[in-house]
């Protein structure tokens, strides 16, 4: 790679994603499934689950589907690379899954068509953000509730990330190195927010991850027995949901 490189084109990404990504850059972490479920747990007190039309945007190798299959029965997973919608398959047995490629930036769905949408690191690797979002935006009735989880970059992570795209290019480092090759933009809780301001009622958000976070590369700064701490429990407190590597938002369109 040149000294310097230039962010990859909007073709560069979408290739990556269809056909390089490795299996490592279709997977998500066992807390995140933790708060997702706590979230929906939260939402069935109030609402019929089962009657939901849900879309899992960026399913990946579908470790969140076990999860939307506990608490509702429509659900559609799209993700643009055939590999994980096949992984996704194998991994989720449930005949009310309807799995879908996608092929380009403008999604294959009708105006207003789900009450539920979650899109779990996916928009920090989408060639353009906003479009992505008013795509979201556009398939989500009035009312339904969207479910975002991106990287978090307030924190020694995102120093990290500067200094090296700055000989990289931007977009071409993240933490666990499992994107390499793909993109992956820096991502705050500020840009999330911004991007709902508008025409969404934030109900919940949360933080996670704070080892990763916060320690030196490849170094674990605290015992197995603590991981819980901080990994989920950091998260749920005053600014330090703002601080860990990953930010997550629950929110109601209006």
Known sequence: ???????????????FYQKL???????????????IEEWLKQLSSNLNLK??????????KGNNLKVLCRNFNQITACDISSRALQLAREATQHKNINFIRIKEQILPFKEGQFDFIMATEVLEHVPNLKK??????????????????????????????????????????????????????????????????KNYNILETRGSDYGTA???????????????????????????KKFGMNYYLLAQKI
């Open 1 to 15: 790679m040149t000294f310097k490189s230039k962010k990859p084109t909007s073709k560069e990404i979408l290739h």
């Open 21 to 35: 990504a490795p299996v490592s850059a279709l997977d998500s972490p066992n807390y995140q499934r933790l708060i």
């Open 51 to 60: 009657k939901m039309y849900v879309l899992d945007f960026g399913c990946g």
């Open 132 to 197: 992505t979002f008013l795509e979201l935006d556009r398939i989500i009735k009035k009312n339904g509730y969207i479910l975002i989880s991106t990287p978090n970059y307030w924190n020694l992570r995102g120093l990290s990330k500067k200094f090296l795209e700055f000989f990289l290019g931007e977009g071409r480092w993240d933490p666990g190195r499992s994107h390499v090759g793909g993109y992956e933009r820096f991502m705050t809780p500020t840009l999330l927010l911004k991007l709902l301001a």
């Open 214 to 240: 916060w320690s030196p590369p490849m170094v674990k700064m605290y015992p197995k027995r603590f991981d819980n701490f901080f990994e989920i429990t950091l998260g749920k407190v005053g600014l330090f």
